[in-house]
């Protein structure tokens, strides 16, 4: 599992899979959360604004992804 840091309180899941460097744009990361490709917790979520923070684990594409909070 890879470890990413934050340095706010959440951040968004489409911004996260672009500062985690799973995507490239919003576009791609917008899309993939539509179509259900990105878990969250272990559910998949459609939300490309939930807001995630320290402790909650990403899965997309398999790998998983920790937000850790600086």
């Known amino acids: 599992m890879e470890e990413v840091k934050i340095s706010t ?3 968004k ?3 996260f899979l672009k500062w985690a460097g799973a ?3 919003g576009a791609m990361a917008k899309g993939f959360i539509l179509d259900g490709f990105v878990k969250v917790n272990g559910n998949i979520e459609i939300q490309r604004g939930k807001k995630l923070r320290n402790g909650d684990i990403v899965e997309f594409e398999d790998k998983k992804y920790q937000v850790v909070q600086k």
Do not use: A, G, H, K
């Open 9 to 11: 309180e959440y951040i």
């Open 13 to 15: 899941l489409d911004q």
């Open 23 to 25: 995507v490239d744009n």
